[in-house]
């Protein structure tokens, strides 16, 4: 068979229309319009994107003169001082969980390895040549802040903490701070009481 120029343009917008018209027998109800469906691209999938007419109310901005909300700045970012010469202390953080014989051999509280059954934190921190008089700590829900003489640390806690109930125990024959704090936790099936 040869087609000509003329009969295979004919022959091209033929098969277009056939192709491009929707068809009464066919049972795909989700392209009814193929030329709706030909137009999808990636941009359609999902919601569509909003206007600018429709503001988040978590951005609305009160009447005040503050650039900040006390929710965006960061805990602890008052205490950090890049022109401090003072060096890091070497710090260790361990997560513990009060465990009994029922959790180990029948495991009836539900509790597993993971960092969300931990009921403390432990921070260690080592401090060569310091005496337990010249430390100064602070507590803070998500920051922890030490300074001596010699040391600064500025730590942001990797879980939320009772700033109120913790301890703090100096060693001077290890030459070093044990903080243990007790982590907030939601009540879930997990942290029951």
Not at 121 to 145: Q, S
Not at 147 to 166: A, M, Q, V
């Amino acid at each position: 068979m040869e087609f000509a120029g003329a009969s295979s343009l004919q022959h091209l917008q033929a098969l277009s229309s056939l192709l491009s018209t929707q068809q009464e027998d066919e049972d795909d109800e989700d392209c009814k319009n193929i030329n709706a469906c030909a137009r999808l691209g990636p941009g359609q999938v999902g919601p569509p994107p909003k206007t600018d007419e429709e503001v988040s109310t978590a951005y609305v901005k009160k009447n005040s003169k503050d650039i900040w909300s006390e929710e965006e700045v960061a805990e602890g970012c008052q205490y950090e001082d890049d022109n401090d010469p003072r060096p890091q202390p070497e710090y260790e953080i361990i997560l513990k969980q009060s465990v009994g014989t029922e959790d180990i051999f029948l495991g009836l509280n539900g509790k597993n390895p993971s960092s969300m059954c931990c009921e403390s934190m432990l921070v260690k921190i080592k401090l060569p040549d310091t005496k337990a008089t010249d430390v100064v700590l602070d507590v803070k829900e998500k920051f922890l802040d030490l300074r001596t003489l010699k040391y600064k640390l500025g730590l942001h806690l990797p879980h939320p903490i009772h700033s109120h109930e913790g301890k703090a125990q100096f060693f001077s024959e290890r030459e070093e701070l044990e903080v243990t704090l007790l982590i907030k936790r939601p009540m879930d099936f997990i942290n029951m009481p």
